[in-house]
T-cell receptor, first 112, second 118 residues
Framework: GNSVTQMEGPVTLSEEAFLTINCTYTATGYPSLFWYVQYPGEGLQLLLKATKADDKGSNKGFEATYRKETTSFHLEKGSVQVSDSAVYFCALHGGSQGNLIFGKGTKLSVKP | DAGVTQSPTHLIKTRGQHVTLRCSPISGHKSVSWYQQVLGQGPQFIFQYYEKEERGRGNFPDRFSARQFPNYSSELNVNALLLGDSALYLC?????????????????FGAGSRLTVL
């Protein structure tokens, strides 16, 4: 079945460091891909999305490119801030019920 | 414009009890989905409703049930609570049914209802 695999956390970075969170997927066809962010004590917020191969989603300095050949959708940011501390979830839209399938999440902590 | 609202935000129950969680979708959204997020894990799909009909169900026991009302709000019910039901329950709404494939309609999530079963 379809699935999403994210790099294990937690990830701890200093402010202004470069961020990469790896995400790979297994799916039939070409599902839409998403990154959601969850701040402490809150629900999920959509960070960015890509709906077809080679699309680049971007928002708030974060970027991810839909790579069909490597079945990947890695999240990157050139310079992280303390306010980026949160849990990041990679997801694909391709469950058997038309639902989202999420990875386990990667916790990011950014230190001043 | 109000987002997806869920109630209650926190609740504590004991094993064997029943719980009802409520969700109001974004105005104009006709589809509501429910997800369970156990601590340290990603959300797992429970139900999807569209136009008051169940359109999808995840791998959850029959103790879990839901319904959608004419105003598109929704309730999630869990009977005979177990310790393992302790989780954050997330409701999400969208304008159309999630049909899958390219150009998927985006889900907007609420802040969740955190259930603790003792």
């Amino acid at each position: 079945g379809n699935s999403v695999t994210q790099m294990e956390g937690p990830v701890t970075l200093s402010e202004e460091a470069f961020l990469t969170i790896n995400c790979t997927y297994t799916a039939t066809g070409y599902p839409s891909l998403f990154w959601y962010v969850q701040y402490p004590g809150e629900g999920l917020q959509l960070l960015l999305k890509a709906t077809k191969a080679d699309d680049k989603g971007s928002n708030k300095g974060f970027e991810a490119t839909y790579r069909k050949e490597t079945t990947s959708f890695h999240l990157e940011k050139g310079s992280v801030q303390v306010s980026d501390s949160a849990v990041y979830f990679c997801a694909l839209h391709g469950g058997s019920q038309g639902n989202l399938i999420f990875g386990k999440g990667t916790k990011l902590s950014v230190k001043p | 414009d109000a987002g997806v609202t869920q109630s209650p935000t926190h609740l504590i129950k004991t094993r064997g009890q029943h719980v009802t969680l409520r969700c109001s979708p974004i105005s104009g959204h006709k589809s509501v989905s429910w997800y369970q997020q156990v601590l340290g894990q990603g959300p797992q799909f429970i139900f999807q409703y569209y136009e008051k009909e169940e359109r999808g169900r995840g791998n959850f026991p029959d103790r879990f049930s839901a319904r959608q009302f004419p105003n598109y709000s929704s309730e999630l019910n869990v009977n005979a609570l177990l310790l393992g039901d302790s989780a954050l329950y997330l409701c999400a709404s969208s304008f159309v049914l999630q049909a899958g494939g390219q150009g998927a309609n985006v889900l907007t999530f609420g802040a969740g209802s955190r259930l603790t079963v003792l």
